[in-house]
C-alpha cells in the first residue's frame, strides 16, 4: 500500500486563520451522523473550545441559495461538508455558510491523512488493478465524474466503493480542498 502523505488546501479561503484546523474522522463509511446534522469524513473544521470530551466546532463552506441545507467545500457545490435537517443550523452570509457543532474527540483528527484514509485506501484498492494510480489532481471534480462514469464498467464498483472513491477524487480533484504529497 502507498503511503500517503496529505495535506490540505485552500484552507484559508474557508477559514480566516487556519489554527486549530481538524478534520471530520468517520470509522466507518464517509457521513457521520449526530443529531440533526450529518457531517462528511475529511472535512476540516475550526477547533473553537473544548470541554473535557467535548469540542466546539465550526465549518465554514459555500451555500446554494436554493437548498441552504447544505455547506460544500467549493463554489462548484460538489464536495459536501455537511447537510441538516433544519436549515436554520446554518449561518447563511452571501455565498458563504457557517455551521457550529459539538463533537467528542473520537469523531475527529488534526492528521488529514487518518481523516482521508478510507477514501484514499478504497481508490487505491479499485484503481490500480489494471494500470497505475492516474494522478487525481490533473482533473478537475467535473472531469472525475465523467471519467469515473467510463470507468465503471472496468473496475465494476459496488455502491460502498463509489461513495468512498467519488468523495476521493472529488477532495483531491484539480479544484478539490486537499492534496497529495509524496
Ligand atoms: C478492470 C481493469 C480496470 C480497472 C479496475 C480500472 N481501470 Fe481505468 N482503465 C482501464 C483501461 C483498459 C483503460 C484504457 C482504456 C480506456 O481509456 O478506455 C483505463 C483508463 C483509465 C483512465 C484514462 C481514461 C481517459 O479517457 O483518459 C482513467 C482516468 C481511469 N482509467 C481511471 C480509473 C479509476 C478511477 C478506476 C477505479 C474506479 C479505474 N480506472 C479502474 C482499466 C481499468
Same mark, same amino acid.
Given at each position: 500500500?502507498?503511503?500517503?502523505?496529505?495535506?490540505?488546501?485552500?484552507?484559508?479561503?474557508?477559514?480566516?486563520?487556519?489554527?486549530?484546523? #481538524?478534520?471530520?474522522?468517520?470509522?466507518?463509511?464517509?457521513?457521520?451522523?449526530?443529531? $440533526?446534522?450529518?457531517?462528511?469524513?475529511?472535512?476540516?473544521?475550526? =477547533?473553537?473550545?473544548?470541554?473535557?470530551?467535548?469540542?466546539?466546532?465550526?465549518?465554514?463552506?459555500?451555500?446554494?441559495?436554493?437548498?441552504?441545507?447544505?455547506?460544500?467545500?467549493?463554489? %462548484?457545490?460538489?464536495?459536501?461538508?455537511? !447537510?441538516?435537517?433544519?436549515? %436554520?443550523?446554518?449561518? #447563511?452570509?452571501?455565498?458563504?455558510?457557517?455551521?457550529?457543532?459539538?463533537?467528542?474527540?473520537? %469523531?475527529? !483528527?488534526?492528521?488529514?491523512? =487518518?481523516?482521508?484514509?478510507?477514501?484514499? *485506501?478504497?481508490?487505491?484498492?479499485?484503481? !490500480?488493478?489494471?494500470?497505475?494510480?492516474?494522478?487525481?489532481? $490533473?482533473?478537475?471534480?467535473? =472531469?472525475?465524474?465523467?471519467?469515473?462514469?467510463?470507468?465503471? *464498467?472496468?473496475?465494476?464498483?459496488?455502491?460502498?466503493?463509489?461513495?468512498?472513491?467519488?468523495?476521493?477524487?472529488?477532495?483531491?480533484?484539480?479544484?478539490?480542498?486537499?492534496?497529495? #504529497?509524496?
Amino acid at each position: 500500500m502507498k503511503k500517503l502523505l496529505i495535506k490540505v488546501l485552500l484552507l484559508s479561503a474557508l477559514f480566516a486563520n487556519a489554527q486549530a484546523v #481538524v478534520y471530520v474522522y468517520v470509522e466507518d463509511g464517509v457521513e457521520l451522523h449526530i443529531d $440533526e446534522v450529518t457531517l462528511y469524513s475529511g472535512s476540516p473544521m475550526q =477547533e473553537l473550545s473544548k470541554d473535557g470530551d467535548l469540542s466546539v466546532l465550526t465549518l465554514s463552506g459555500y451555500v446554494d441559495k436554493n437548498d441552504q441545507s447544505k455547506l460544500y467545500a467549493t463554489p %462548484n457545490f460538489k464536495l459536501l461538508l455537511a !447537510t441538516v435537517k433544519n436549515k %436554520n443550523l446554518i449561518k #447563511v452570509s452571501g455565498e458563504k455558510g457557517l455551521l457550529k457543532v459539538t463533537l467528542s474527540e473520537d %469523531n475527529f !483528527t488534526d492528521d488529514s491523512e =487518518e481523516a482521508w484514509e478510507l477514501t484514499s *485506501e478504497r481508490f487505491y484498492e479499485k484503481c !490500480t488493478q489494471c494500470h497505475p494510480a492516474k494522478v487525481v489532481e $490533473e482533473h478537475t471534480m467535473l =472531469e472525475w465524474e465523467g471519467l469515473y462514469g467510463s470507468m465503471k *464498467e472496468f473496475a465494476k464498483p459496488t455502491k460502498e466503493d463509489t461513495t468512498y472513491i467519488l468523495r476521493f477524487l472529488r477532495g483531491f480533484a484539480k479544484d478539490g480542498i486537499v492534496k497529495e #504529497v509524496e
